[in-house]
């Protein structure tokens, strides 16, 4: 089967840096993906390693070792409006037909 | 702007009704397209894998029979929830892969609540 594992839930406080981790063990890798969203919207894309190493993307960085099997989201300067789920997500091939699989996410508090 | 659009956003219906669910690709054209299915600060369950041209692929668990999915153009696809009870209130979201697998766009979702 298919298996990625993320925290439930991670709070931090506006201004901090707030890094959620995700490991994953599926029976195929082509890359690793974050997405965000919130309550009531659907998920929109953050971003994406096929290699490893750290992505940087603005606030956000996402870190892959594919060696392993682990990746992370930090997120910088949290603003309250980060307060949001964060979805990790494998890619298995290259295929934009097949599907990708979703970590069950991780719902992010920011206070004040 | 979107490239994946769903409607409608919303929409209430009688038990025992029937609800259809559209999905399209706006600027790029999509051989499939995935349904999902997400209750209130859960997890994206993946519902099917609509295929155009074929078959939706079904996962395990999800009645083919009351989630009826047609992918009629490379641009479109149909989720209809059939003879809906209340149960089947929930958020869905359909999405579709652009380019190498690498990036899913998802469409608005829509929330169904079945009274």
């Known amino acids: 089967g298919q298996s990625l594992e993320q925290p439930s839930e991670v709070t931090a406080v506006e201004g901090a840096i707030v890094q959620i981790n995700c490991t994953y063990q599926t029976s195929g890798f082509y890359g690793l993906s974050w997405y965000q969203q919130h309550d009531g919207g659907a998920p929109t894309f953050l971003s994406y390693?096929?290699?490893?190493g750290l992505e940087e993307t603005g606030r956000f960085s996402s870190f892959l070792s594919r060696s392993d099997s682990y990746g992370y989201l930090l997120l910088q300067e949290l603003q309250m409006k980060d307060s949001a789920s964060y979805f990790c997500?494998?890619?298995?091939?290259?295929?934009?037909?097949?599907?990708?699989?979703f970590g069950k996410g991780t719902r992010l508090h920011i206070l004040p | 702007g979107a490239v994946v659009s769903q409607h409608p956003s919303r929409v209430i219906c009688k038990s025992g009704t029937s609800v259809k669910i559209e999905c399209r690709s706006l600027d790029f054209q999509a051989t499939t397209m995935f349904w999902y299915r997400q209750f209130p600060k859960q997890s994206l369950m993946l519902m099917a894998t609509s295929n155009e041209g074929s078959k939706a692929t079904y996962e395990q668990g999800v009645e083919k029979d009351k989630f009826l999915i047609n992918h009629a153009s490379l641009t479109l696809s149909t989720l209809t929830v059939t003879s809906a009870h209340p149960e089947d209130s929930s958020f869905y979201i359909c999405?579709?892969?652009?380019?190498?697998?690498?990036?899913?766009?998802f469409g608005q979702g829509t929330r169904l609540t079945v009274v």
């Open positions: 999405s579709a892969n652009r380019g190498g697998g690498t990036e899913a766009f």
């Open positions: 390693n096929a290699l490893d």
């Open positions: 997500a494998v890619s298995l091939t290259m295929n934009r037909d097949d599907k990708i699989i």
